[in-house]
């Protein structure tokens, strides 16, 4: 009886202390926060997007994150703009006025019941470790969200090639 009382006790205290442990997941599992579920699929580092004299050049330099997004709920969610986190707790912004970058998931991502989007979304950042910050998409007091591994990966970039119609291409 004593164990059980002081069980409980450490769980209200632990409870109402109001830190709850944010899920992390690695790169590549399925990720849900309430109705939706993420999956990071792959990354890639560029020091620009594009290859003309109108090239976007970086900050730092270009994460482009590849991922899914799917909506298991009875309503229409609409997903916003996703934040990076650093192991200093620095958040950092997708970058929003992207142009000519295939599949990128641009800035209204309006998902209906059983609905999925697949895409990339960039960001500009020193090379490092990262956590993707997914949301539920809800209002920002009741919001739920975690978190997904981005480890730094330095490969070099594939050969640039033209998809065949209707084949997906970063």
């Known amino acids: 009886m004593e164990r059980t009382v002081l069980a409980a006790a450490v769980l209200l205290s632990a409870c109402s202390s109001g830190v709850l442990e944010e899920p992390v997941h690695q790169m590549g599992e399925l990720t849900t926060v309430g109705p939706l579920t993420y999956n990071v699929l792959e990354t890639q580092w560029r020091a620009q997007l594009g290859d003309s004299i109108e090239a976007k050049i970086p900050e ?4 482009l994150i590849r991922l ?35 599949n990128w998931l641009g800035l209204l991502r309006i998902l209906e019941p059983a609905g999925m989007l697949e895409g990339v979304i960039v960001f500009d950042v020193p090379p490092s470790d ?19 591994e981005i480890p730094l990966t330095l490969a070099p970039p594939p050969p640039v090639e033209t998809p065949a119609p209707g084949e997906q291409s970063f």
């Not at 730092?60 to 994460?63: D, G, I, T």
């Not at 996703?82 to 929003?96: A, Q």
């Not at 209002?139 to 969200?145: A, F, K, N, V």
């Open 130 to 148: 990262y956590r993707l910050r997914v949301t539920d998409g809800g209002d920002l007091e009741s919001e739920r969200t975690a978190l997904i």
């Open 60 to 63: 730092n330099r270009f994460l």
């Open 68 to 102: 899914s997004i799917s909506n298991a709920g009875q309503q229409q969610v609409a997903v916003p703009l996703l934040t990076l986190e650093d192991e200093e707790g620095n958040s950092f912004m997708e970058v929003s006025d992207i142009e000519g970058l295939p």
